[in-house]
Each structure stands twice: as structure tokens, then as C-alpha cells.
């Protein structure tokens, strides 16, 4: 194995730890562990919402820990918080710990967005580097792949899930520390102008919206399948999510084939169809076509997203990183603190109806061609 590959397979089972595993793990089991620490829906809802503020939090700080350390350095603490975390919520015995382990994987995982991308940067060559990024991002997929498995094998004992997340979360940290490369720091420029944040007043919007249209889906997807009558399936369809989540990693190619601004449409109305088509009947083939297209489209945005990032901030490249993914972090955080209390208004139909509606108002903020015309 190259070096470049060595880098993009280390930083894909990298994601899979601090995404797929430690973050989004959360709303999969949520059915499980709801009864045994007595959340409700505003609680849990809440618990997501402190957890997206704590992942922006992580992406912020990386102005001033970029400073001090290397991006070798920063996965590895973020490694070590996602290994806390799930610890904290594998013994907890009431909501408040396994609350606030919930956060601190938030963080963790804010750490771990940004040093991947100064690492491809530096270490793979450039015509490489976009679709490098995009199958990083598939780490989603596989982490979401290995934790429906688990699940599916174990149960409802959660508590077993969440010792096997930790035991592989382990074998991640070990591998990470050993392949993770150094890369030189002293060249860039870390200063820190306010005003270049509205280069991208439209993809702010844009972001926004999309972190709006994705955070009923990653917090309350299997708690409707329990409602259904496809209950005793409800593993396959994460694993159907994570399968489509790997398959997302072809953005960067298709971003070559058909442009930014007919993917980011294309995009925005699959997601919109992904939420909309779960809740509209509870026929099995088209509830597994919704939960495989919601993770092929949430992992190809990240893609999307990334390339429209760095041909709008060229000169701060990680001003438009931590742009992006705080916007994305900020409208998680607005839609899964506002999800809790539409469920308990609306029920899941509604709710997923409304979220599909933002996901499709995203055509109105697509990049323009001639906007990204000399780029």
C-alpha cells in the first residue's frame, strides 16, 4: 500500500471511530437505552442538540490548537475523547453521564474534521485531493455499517454494544497512532479576519439547511422504525444506511462528470426524498430505498460540500473548513432541538414531512456557475 492510499484508509476507519461508531451510534440505540435512563423525547432531543453546540465548539478550536499542535496530535486527543465517551455512556446508570458522554463525543468528533483535511492536503498529491477527502467521508458509512451489526448480534443489551464500540474504538486508536503522518505546520497562516467568513454568505444558508434537513433523520430514524411493523429488521436498515453511506464516497467523481451546481440540486432533492419517502408509507422496499439513499446523500454532501468549500476560500482555506461544518453543526443543532418537540406535537409523519421540505428549499442556495466559473 502507497502512502497516499495508507493515509485515505487510515483516515477512513479514523471517521468510522469518531462518526459512524462514537457520534451518530446515539440515535440507533436510542430505543434501547431511552426506557433503562428514563429520556423523553425533549430530553434526548436536548442531550443531541448540547451535542452538536460541543461539535462546533471542537471544529472552532481548531484556530488555536492548529497553532500548537499537529493534525497527528489533534486526531489522536480526539481518539482519546471518543474513547471516554463511549466508556462514560457504556456504565452509566441515569441520563446526566451518559448525557454528557453523548457531548463530549460531540466534541471529539469536531476535533477530528479538520486535521484529515490539512493532512490530505499536505501529503497526496493535488489532483488526488478531492477525491481523497470524499472517501475519507465514507468512514461514516463503515462506522455505521459495524455498529448495526453489533447491534443486530447483541440486541437490546446496549451496554454490550457499547463495549464492543470501545474494544474496536481501541484497535483504531492503535492502528491511527502508528500509520498517522506528520506534516509540516510551519508555513501556514493562522491569522484570523472576520470579514472573510461572508465569501460564503450562500453556502452558509446552504449548509444550514442541510444540517436542518439531516437531524430528525440521525436522531429519531430508529425510533420510528419501532413503530412500524418492520421492527424486528431495524439493524439491516442501519447497515442498508452505512452501505449507502461507503457508496457516497463518489462524489468527487461525479463532481468532475457533472459540475457543482447540478450536483448540489440533484443533492438537495434526493435528501428531500429520503426523508419524506421513509415516513409515507410503511412499505418495506421503499423504507429500505429511503434509509440507503439518505446515507448515500448525506455522506455525498459532505463531499459537495467540501469542494464548494475550498474554491470559495481559496486564500483561508481553514476559515472555509471551519465555516462549513460549524454551519452544518449550527443547523443540526436548530433541527434536532426544534425535532423534539415537533414528534411530541406532530408525530413522525409530520415531522419528517416538514424536515423534507427544508431539505428541497437547498435548490434555491445551489452554487452558480459563473460564481465558481474561475475556479
Not at 103 to 115: E, V
Not at 137 to 163: E, H, K, P, Q
Not at 289 to 294: H, Q
Amino acid at each position: 500500500m502507497n502512502k497516499e492510499k495508507e493515509i485515505v484508509f487510515t483516515g477512513i476507519v479514523f471517521i468510522a471511530m469518531a462518526y459512524g461508531i462514537s457520534r451518530f451510534s446515539y440515535g440507533l440505540l436510542l430505543p434501547y437505552f431511552g426506557d433503562d435512563l428514563d429520556l423523553t423525547n425533549r430530553v434526548s432531543g436536548v442531550i443531541s442538540a448540547i451535542s452538536y453546540l460541543t461539535y462546533c465548539l471542537g471544529i472552532v478550536s481548531m484556530f488555536t490548537i492548529f497553532k500548537y499542535y499537529q493534525p497527528r496530535a489533534i486526531l489522536l486527543i480526539s481518539g482519546s475523547l471518543s474513547l471516554y465517551g463511549l466508556y462514560a455512556m457504556m456504565v452509566a446508570d441515569h441520563y446526566p453521564l451518559f448525557g454528557a458522554g453523548v457531548i463530549i463525543l460531540g466534541f471529539s468528533a469536531g476535533l477530528a474534521t479538520a486535521p484529515f483535511g490539512q493532512i490530505i492536503k499536505e501529503k497526496v498529491q493535488y489532483g488526488h485531493q478531492d477525491r481523497s477527502n470524499s472517501w475519507i467521508n465514507t468512514g461514516i458509512g463503515l462506522g455505521l455499517i459495524l455498529v448495526g451489526m453489533i447491534v443486530w448480534v447483541v440486541g437490546d443489551a446496549w451496554r454490550i454494544s457499547y463495549a464492543l464500540f470501545l474494544v474496536i474504538s481501541l484497535i483504531i486508536m492503535y492502528f491511527s497512532y502508528k500509520k498517522l503522518p506528520k506534516v509540516e505546520m510551519s508555513h501556514l497562516n493562522y491569522s484570523i479576519d472576520l470579514k472573510h467568513i461572508f465569501y460564503g454568505k450562500k453556502l452558509i444558508i446552504s449548509t444550514v439547511l442541510l444540517g436542518i434537513g439531516t437531524s430528525a433523520y440521525w436522531t429519531y430514524f430508529q425510533s420510528y422504525l419501532f413503530q412500524t411493523q418492520h421492527a424486528d429488521l431495524k439493524n439491516l436498515f442501519w447497515i442498508v444506511l452505512g452501505i449507502g453511506g461507503m457508496l457516497g464516497g463518489f462524489a468527487g467523481h461525479l463532481n468532475e462528470r457533472l459540475g457543482m451546481t447540478k450536483i448540489h440540486i440533484i443533492t438537495s432533492i434526493l435528501l428531500g426524498i429520503a426523508n419524506i419517502t421513509l415516513v409515507l408509507t410503511e412499505n418495506f422496499a421503499l423504507m429500505l430505498f429511503s434509509t440507503g439513499l439518505f446515507g448515500l446523500v448525506y455522506v455525498f454532501a459532505m463531499g459537495v460540500y467540501a469542494f464548494w468549500c475550498a474554491r470559495l476560500y481559496v486564500e483561508y482555506p481553514a476559515m472555509g473548513i471551519i465555516v462549513t461544518f460549524v454551519s452544518l453543526a449550527a443547523g443540526q443543532f436548530i433541527g434536532t432541538f426544534l425535532s423534539g418537540f415537533l414528534l411530541e406535537e406532530f408525530g413522525f409523519q409530520i415531522l419528517f414531512y416538514i424536515y423534507g421540505v427544508f431539505s428541497l428549499m437547498n435548490i434555491l442556495f445551489r452554487p452558480l456557475a459563473e460564481e465558481l466559473a474561475d475556479l
